[in-house]
Antibody, heavy 121, light 110 residues
Framework: EVQLLESGGGLVQPGGSLRLSCAAS????????MSWVRQAPGKGLEWVSG????????YYADSVKGRFTISRDNSKNTLYLQMNSLRAEDTAVYYC??????????????WGQGTLVTVSS | QSVLTQPPSVSAAPGQKVTISCSGS????????VSWYQQLPGTAPKLLIY???KRPSGIPDRFSGSKSGTSASLGITGLQTGDEADYYC???????????FGGGTKLTVL
């Protein structure tokens, strides 16, 4: 059974940093693209970043480029999102999502339960 | 405002059919596959349709997807109260090298 378990969310001040983790199980983690998708309170989905399963090439939404860094540790079956220079508009539930192929981000066939990040003073 | 345009809401009676549209451009829908997601209140999104019209295992054939040019549609037949949810389209944008989601459509089953 595929499972994705996010952790690391919490309250952080504007300008601060936070690192999210997503522990994966039930599939060959290194073979699949992984993404972070966020949802601000009462708003729609926003894709944040993705990392391919094959060559680990990374991609970012313009809204987080230069501030967030996605990475993966295939030996630990874990996906990360390092978030720096956080802003109030980064407040959201952050979901970890598995693609259905090594380079397929848009076809997110499994999602975690989400972790809430609140940026406020 | 999302690059992919969806109607904010649709409604229909139980047993009826509804269609949700998603409009984009040549850099996204026009040249890439479209997926559709269902998000029930308080839960994570769930993949309903991928590659424009394919259903993952376990998704009933009441749900269907289509694409024409720079637009895509999700169809739901035999509406049930349990279908009340937010629905999102998604696709890759070749110019941005990023996934885009539509703004979401709230389905109400009257």
């Amino acid at each position: 059974e595929v499972q994705l378990l996010e952790s690391g969310g919490g309250l952080v001040q504007p300008g601060g940093s936070l690192r999210l983790s997503c522990a994966a199980s039930g599939f060959t983690f290194s073979s699949y693209a992984m993404s972070w998708v966020r949802q601000a309170p009462g708003k729609g989905l926003e894709w944040v970043s993705g990392v391919r399963g094959s060559d680990t090439r990374t991609y970012y939404a313009d809204s987080v480029k230069g501030r967030f860094t996605i990475s993966r540790d295939n030996s630990k079956n874990t996906l990360y999102l390092q978030m720096n220079s956080l802003r109030a508009e980064d407040t959201a539930v952050y979901y970890c999502a598995k693609g259905d192929g090594a380079g397929r981000f848009n076809e997110a066939d499994y999602w975690g339960q989400g972790t809430l990040v609140t940026v406020s003073s | 405002q999302s690059v992919l345009t969806q109607p904010p809401s649709v409604s229909a009676a139980p047993g009826q059919k509804v269609t949700i549209s998603c409009s984009g451009s040549s850099s996204n829908i026009g040249n890439n596959y479209v997926s559709w997601y269902q998000q029930l209140p308080g839960t994570a999104p769930k993949l309903l349709i991928y590659d424009n019209n394919k259903r993952p295992s376990g998704i009933p054939d009441r749900f269907s997807g289509s694409k024409s040019g720079t637009s895509a549609s999700l169809g739901i037949t035999g509406l049930q109260t349990g279908d009340e949810a937010d629905y999102y389209c998604g696709t890759w944008d070749s110019s941005l090298s990023a996934v885009l989601f539509g703004g979401g459509t709230k389905l109400t089953v009257l």
